[in-house]
């Protein structure tokens, strides 16, 4: 089992480019979740998805879209990437009531 | 409003020295403590889930343990091989499907 995968692994953009990072599970779990990791700020949740064809907006949803593509598919968009974006970007996966398991992060900047 | 602080923010330790570290947390209702320990440069990995006061679990030369207010993540004779970032979180009864993380404590253990 490959568990969460995410790519890209690293990317730069310039401000207003757009990019969709994505991220896929083999543990057939739920839900879904993104985050975004910044010195000193901690995880902080930016969508999450509790089950196919749902989703809802974390501690800090502004400037991204997601979309649930399937029960092992779960997409972030950029669609103006902005230099506030810059930061890295965890994807997760639980079967809802117990831990999550993460991806290996993508390494977002914008420049 | 749910909060979960971590201390130290950074601790040395030299090879053998025992210590612990704290993560205090402020729940409407708790569903779940959770750690996790974080390499540099890779996703959070998931070591343990408490859930009621008294609880304890144990890995190797870590052990947590879970009060109505904190929990501690005891670490025994560590080695150079567990200097990592550990994270704590919770789940609460008000967002059941959600994580709330800390900022979580460095740990660098010298030979």
């Known amino acids: 089992n490959a568990g969460v995968t995410q790519t890209p692994k690293f990317q730069v953009l310039k401000t207003g480019q757009s990019m969709t990072l994505q991220c896929a599970q083999d543990m057939n779990h739920n839900s879904m979740y993104w985050y975004r990791q910044d010195p000193g700020m901690g995880l902080r949740l930016i969508y999450y998805s509790a089950s196919e064809g749902t989703t809802d907006k974390g501690e800090v949803p502004n400037g991204y879209n997601v979309s649930r593509l399937n029960k092992r598919e779960f997409s972030l968009r950029l669609e103006s990437a902005a230099p506030s974006q810059t930061s890295v970007y965890f994807c997760?996966?639980?079967?809802?009531?117990?831990?999550?398991?993460f991806g290996p992060g993508t390494r977002l900047t914008v420049l | 409003e749910d909060q979960v602080t971590q201390s130290p923010e950074a601790l040395r330790l030299q090879e053998g020295e025992s210590s612990s570290l704290n993560c205090s947390y402020t729940v409407s209702g708790l569903r779940g403590l959770f750690w996790y320990r974080q390499d540099p440069g890779k996703g959070p990995e998931f070591l343990f889930t408490?859930?009621?006061a008294g609880e304890e679990k144990e890995k190797e030369r870590l052990k947590a343990t879970l009060t109505k207010k904190e929990s501690f993540l005891h670490i025994t004779a560590p080695k150079p091989e567990d200097s990592a970032t550990y994270l704590c979180?919770?789940?609460?009864?008000?967002?059941?499907?959600?994580?709330?993380f800390g900022q979580g404590t460095t740990l660098q253990v010298k030979p």
């Open positions: 408490l859930y009621s």
């Open positions: 979180a919770v789940r609460t009864s008000s967002n059941t499907g959600k994580l709330i």
């Open positions: 997760a996966s639980s079967d809802g009531n117990g831990e999550q398991f």
